[in-house]
Each structure stands twice: as C-alpha cells, then as structure tokens.
C-alpha cells in the first residue's frame, strides 16, 4: 500500500524539465533520417520530417543552452570549447560553397521548375508512355488537362498541389 505523505509533490515546469529530453529525442530523430538521407533511403517522409522537426532540436538546444547558460559559458572558455566553435564555424563556411562541385540538391529546383513548366506532351517522352496516356492517368483521378498544358498550369487550374500532379506523372500508382 503506497502511503501518499512518501509521494513527492508536482514540481512546477520550467525549461530545465523540457529543454533535455526534447533535444535527446528531437536528435535521436534527426540522427537516424539523417543517416537514412545520407544512405539516399527516403522513403515516406523521412526528408520532410528531417527538414521541418529540425525545429524542434533547434528550440531544444537553444533551450538547453538558457537552462544551463553558466556551463556552457564555462565550455567556451576552455580550449577545447573555443577549438570547436571555431571548426565548426568554419566548416558552417565552407559548407556554403560548392567548391565546384554540382550536387543533387543545387539541381533539384531547376529540374522540378523545368519539368512543372513543361507540357505533357515533353513529359510523355520522359515517362515513356504517350500524352494520351497521361492525360487519361490525370482524367482517372478527375483532373482534365491537354498534351499542350503543362503541370503547372493544370495545378493552378485545379487548385492542386505540383507534387501531388507530379506523383500522378511518374509514380506508378499515381
């Protein structure tokens, strides 16, 4: 039998009691997407989820960082924590630059502007099906559109999202 005087009273919520746990488990969660992104394993929405719950390692770590402000002024003091700001403040810098290197993600948003640009009919040729076909994977999901229409116009037309007619365009379940 538990003996209510022995349970210890609700002690108030301040930042020390949230700001710990959410940065452990918002980088337990960014750690493994980012290990799965790094592998090219996105399935789902293991990018979104990086990209956007990032925000909650940031407002756990700039929490943890206020609830234990006079430690870490400590660590910047030491050698040690001086050296490491400076590392990865350089490497944030040269992170920045290709170094002349084209990478997937410098390419993602012209080949997604050109594609979303161009009609059906140059999509057609890409998906190695017909506009015909195409039109009528789009005519399925309730969705009238011409070979001459490209996927940007047919999203403004019909108030849908690019992605979702995209998927319609070369995902097979579409």
Not at 20 to 36: K, Q, R, W
Request: charged share 15%; with cysteine; hydrophobic share 50%.
């Amino acid at each position: 039998m538990t003996d209510i005087a022995h349970c210890s009273p609700k002690r108030p919520i301040t930042v020390r009691t949230w700001a710990t746990p959410l940065t452990i488990g918002a980088f337990l969660l960014m750690s493994v997407t980012g290990v799965l992104m790094f592998f090219d394993v996105e399935f789902g929405l293991v990018t979104i989820a990086h990209q956007w719950l990032s925000w909650l390692f940031l407002l756990g770590a700039v929490s943890h960082v206020v609830a234990n402000v006079r430690p870490f002024q400590n660590q910047l003091k030491s050698r040690w924590g001086k050296t490491s700001v400076a590392v990865f403040a350089i490497l944030l810098a040269a992170s920045m630059f290709s170094w002349g290197r084209i990478t997937g993600p410098q390419l993602k948003q012209p080949i997604i502007k050109a594609i979303a640009n161009a009609p059906l009919s140059a999509l057609a040729g890409t998906t190695r099906t017909t506009p015909e076909a195409l039109i009528a994977k789009m005519k399925a999901k309730g969705i009238t559109a011409t070979s001459e229409q490209s996927v940007r116009e047919i999203s403004d037309a019909h108030r849908i999202d690019v992605n979702r007619l995209l998927g319609i365009v070369f995902l097979p379940e579409g």
